[in-house]
C-alpha cells in the first residue's frame, strides 16, 4: 500500500526577528511569533505523519502541502522524525502577496522527480494600468517516476473567498489552464495525473465538476472527495459550515489494474488533531483563531488517498 497526501499546513513560517513584545503582527501575520512557537509548529506537523504512519503502516510517498513560506521551513521540517532527512523537497517561491507557496515533499528511496516548474498567474487590475497586476500562488507541477511509471502531478492553492467571492473568476482561470494541460497528458502522453489541493471550493462546485471531463464530455478524472463530502465528511470550517476544500483528483487510469491502484480515500481527523474546545469539537485544532494562538497543528485536517501497487 502506498499513501499520497495534501496538508494545508496554515501558515508554515519562520520565526520573524520583530521583537516578541511589539503588538503589532509580524509580517507573517502572525502576532508574536516566535522560535518556540515555530519549534512547536514544527513538531505538530511532523507528529501529524508520525501518527498517519502508526494508523496505516507506512508514510506517504508523496506529500503536496500549502501555506508554507519559503524552502529553509521545509528543510527543517524534514530533518525531524518520521521523516529523517530521507524526504525530497521540490519548492519554489511564488510572488504571493503573503510569501506563502505550495510544495511538495517525496520519499526519495521510492520517488525520482524527472521534471518540475511553477505555473505562475497574473492577473489584471481593474485601473486597467499594464503596469499594476495581482498574483497569486503559483501552482506547482511535477513529473516524477515510480517504480517505472510516471506520474504527473499537480499542487494548488486556489485564491480564497472573501468579499462576496471576488476570487471566483481567479479560480475558474487556474482551473481552465490546469484542465487544459491535463487533458495533453492523459490524451497525447497516456500518462497518469494527481491534481491536490485546497481549492477553496468544495467538490461539488461546478468549476471542480467541469475539470473532470474532456472537451468531448467523457470523462478523464475521478475525484473520490465527491463521495466523502455527500456524507458530510470535513477537512476544514468556516463559521457553522464544514467545507471540504482539500482534495485529491486522480486520472481515470488509477482505476485500472495496473500499477498504483486507487483503493481508497480519506480526511485524516484524528481525534488528536481536533479541537481542545467543546464547542469546536471535530474540528481541526488550528495554530492561530484569528491573532490568538492556541498552538495547535492547523486550521485544515490533511487528506489522502491509498493505493495498491498492482
Not at 515555530?38 to 506529500?63: A, D, R, W
Not at 497586476?133 to 513529473?143: F, G, I, N, P, W
Not at 467538490?203 to 458530510?232: A, C, M, W
Request: charge should be negative; hydrophobic fraction near 35%; proline fraction near 4%.
Amino acid at each position: 500500500m502506498e499513501l499520497f497526501t495534501f496538508y494545508n499546513v496554515e501558515n508554515l513560517f519562520l520565526p520573524d526577528p520583530t521583537p516578541i513584545h511589539k503588538l503589532d503582527p509580524t509580517k507573517s501575520g502572525l502576532r508574536n511569533w516566535d522560535e518556540r512557537k515555530y519549534k512547536n509548529k514544527l513538531f505538530k506537523i511532523s507528529h501529524v505523519f508520525q501518527l498517519m504512519k502508526e494508523e496505516n503502516g507506512t508514510l506517504p510517498f508523496m506529500i503536496g502541502l500549502s501555506e508554507v513560506s519559503g524552502r529553509q521551513v521545509l528543510e527543517d521540517l524534514v530533518q525531524l522524525e518520521p521523516f529523517n532527512s530521507e524526504y525530497g523537497i521540490i519548492h519554489y517561491n511564488s510572488m504571493d502577496e503573503r510569501k506563502v507557496d505550495v510544495a511538495m515533499l517525496y520519499d526519495k528511496s521510492k520517488v525520482e522527480v524527472i521534471h518540475s516548474e511553477t505555473i505562475t498567474f497574473f492577473f489584471e487590475i481593474i485601473d486597467r494600468n499594464p503596469e499594476n497586476y495581482d498574483t497569486t500562488r503559483d501552482v506547482l507541477y511535477s513529473k516524477v517516476k515510480y517504480k517505472g511509471e510516471i506520474i504527473n502531478v499537480f499542487v494548488a492553492h486556489l485564491p480564497s473567498k472573501r468579499e462576496k467571492d471576488i476570487n471566483k473568476p481567479k479560480r475558474a482561470f487556474i482551473l481552465n489552464e490546469i484542465r487544459s494541460r491535463i487533458l495533453n497528458i492523459v490524451n497525447e502522453e497516456k500518462e497518469k495525473v494527481i491534481l491536490c489541493g485546497d481549492f477553496n471550493e468544495n467538490p461539488d462546485d461546478e468549476d471542480l465538476v467541469k475539470i473532470l471531463y474532456g472537451n468531448d464530455h467523457t470523462k478523464v478524472l475521478e475525484n473520490p472527495f465527491q463521495e466523502l463530502f455527500s456524507t458530510r465528511n470535513y477537512s476544514t470550517f468556516h463559521y457553522k459550515s464544514g467545507l471540504l476544500f482539500d482534495q485529491i483528483i486522480l486520472s481515470k487510469s488509477f482505476f485500472e489494474t495496473v500499477g498504483l491502484s486507487f483503493q481508497s480515500a480519506q480526511i485524516f481527523n484524528s481525534e488528536k488533531l481536533s479541537s481542545r474546545n467543546r464547542k469546536f469539537e471535530g474540528r481541526p485544532f488550528r495554530t492561530y483563531a484569528g491573532t490568538r494562538y492556541l498552538g495547535g497543528y492547523s486550521d485544515h485536517f490533511p487528506v489522502f488517498v491509498r493505493f495498491e501497487d498492482l
